[in-house]
Structure formats: structure tokens, C-alpha cells
């Protein structure tokens, strides 16, 4: 079964400092799909990222990035030069391209970034 | 229409009474799904819609819950005889199809008194 782990509930930072939210995952299965979505105060879901499962280069987006290691089983997040509007949750989540494709979503991680 | 629609935003309702939570996706969107996120938790998944497949109920916590899509667009989420512990977040997404970044609505809040 496909399970993933946001173990950081909680992330307080002041603006302009760099911060990593992590994410672990479990799967056996060799084809999967990885994903990042931000949940504002307004409660709405954005997409961030997705990423498949034989695509190990990392990306950059602006002050995104995301760290793909397939051999520790991570797909972590990171902010450079927070800024008080990326305070939100974040979920990184796994999905499986068969079956029910239900994507299965961590705990998330609050980030505040302090001004 | 542009995004996902939710409706309606709030409902609150009083224990043991029916409500139904709507969905209106993304036009062309095959795939669709009903998530619930209870208070400070992370998703819950409930329900998944692909074109015209059988749905997945597997995430459906109990027999006072269904759901349905018609004509492949608008779906309707039911909850009968409502409870204090389905109060929550349910939230809706659609994608072009399985395993592509889903849109999400707003969510409907549904609080049970």
C-alpha cells in the first residue's frame, strides 16, 4: 500500500529565509506519480507539482524547488527568500497509474512565515 | 467553467437530516474526486469518477454516503441521516484524467449540530 509521510505539522520562519518541507513515501510499485499542492488561508488546493517516478531531475520553478532522491524515497520542497504569502499548508501526495488512481495525500506541513 | 465549482460553500445542518454537497468540474475533465479534510487533518479520499467506469467507492466511510456523476460533468455528494463527525472540508477535484494534476474547488464546510 502507498503511504506518505509529511513528518514537519509544523514550520515557522522569519521572511527571506530559506526553508525544506519534507516528504516521504512508501510504494512497491515502480511506476508512480508524486505531486505538491499549497493550501491557502482561502482553503482552495493549488497545484504545484507533478513528477513521475522516472524522472529523478530536480526542478526549479522561481523561488521553488524540489528535490527528487528516489533511493532515500523523498520528494522534498524547498522555499528560497520566503516571502509572508507562501504561508500556507503544504501536502505532497503519491498516485498510482492504475486502478482507481486515487492520489493519497500527507498530513500536510503549516508554514508561517513571519514578516 | 474556469475552475472547479463547489456548492454550496457552508451548510450547516442538524443531526440525523440529508444533505447533498454539488461539483460542478472543469468542462472536459473525465476524472473526478471527493475528498474529505476534517479539521487540522490532512485528505481524506472518498470517491473517484472516471468517464463512464463504475465509480471507486472504496474510500466512502459508510453506507449513509454515496455519490453520483451525471452525463460525466456534475457530480452530488450524499450524506443521509448526517452525524457530528461528518463535519468537515469536502472537497472536490477534477483532472483531464487520472494522475495529472487535479484542480480543486473551495470546498463545501459542512458543520453538523
Known amino acids: 500500500a502507498q503511504k506518505v509521510t509529511q513528518a514537519q505539522t509544523e514550520i515557522s520562519v522569519v521572511e527571506k529565509e530559506d526553508v525544506t518541507l519534507d516528504c516521504v513515501y512508501e510504494t512497491r510499485d515502480t511506476t508512480y506519480y508524486l505531486f505538491w499542492y499549497k493550501q491557502p488561508p482561502s482553503g482552495e488546493l493549488v497545484f504545484l507539482i507533478r513528477?513521475?517516478?522516472?524522472?529523478?531531475q530536480n526542478e526549479i520553478s522561481g523561488r521553488y524547488s524540489w528535490n527528487f532522491q528516489k533511493s532515500t524515497s523523498s520528494f522534498n520542497f524547498t522555499i528560497t527568500a520566503s516571502q509572508v504569502v507562501d504561508s500556507a499548508v503544504y501536502f505532497c501526495a503519491l498516485s498510482l497509474p492504475r486502478g482507481n488512481n486515487d492520489m493519497r495525500f500527507g498530513a500536510g506541513t503549516r508554514l508561517t512565515v513571519k514578516p | 467553467g474556469a475552475g472547479v465549482s463547489q456548492s454550496p460553500s457552508n451548510k450547516v445542518t442538524e443531526k440525523g437530516k440529508d444533505v447533498e454537497l454539488r461539483c460542478d468540474p472543469i468542462s472536459g475533465h473525465t476524472a473526478l474526486y471527493w475528498y474529505r479534510q476534517s479539521l487540522g487533518q490532512g485528505l481524506e479520499f472518498l470517491i473517484y469518477?472516471?468517464?463512464?467506469?463504475?465509480?471507486?467507492k472504496s474510500g466512502l466511510p459508510s453506507d449513509r454516503f454515496s455519490a453520483e456523476r451525471t452525463g460525466g460533468s456534475v457530480s452530488t455528494l450524499t450524506i443521509q441521516r448526517t452525524q457530528q463527525e461528518d463535519s468537515a472540508v469536502y472537497l472536490c477535484?477534477?483532472?483531464?484524467?487520472?494522475?495529472?494534476?487535479?484542480?480543486f474547488g473551495s470546498g463545501t464546510r459542512l458543520t453538523v449540530v
Open positions: 469518477f472516471q468517464g463512464n467506469s463504475a465509480p471507486d
Open positions: 513528477r513521475n517516478s522516472f524522472d529523478e
Open positions: 477535484a477534477s483532472s483531464l484524467r487520472g494522475n495529472y494534476g487535479y484542480t
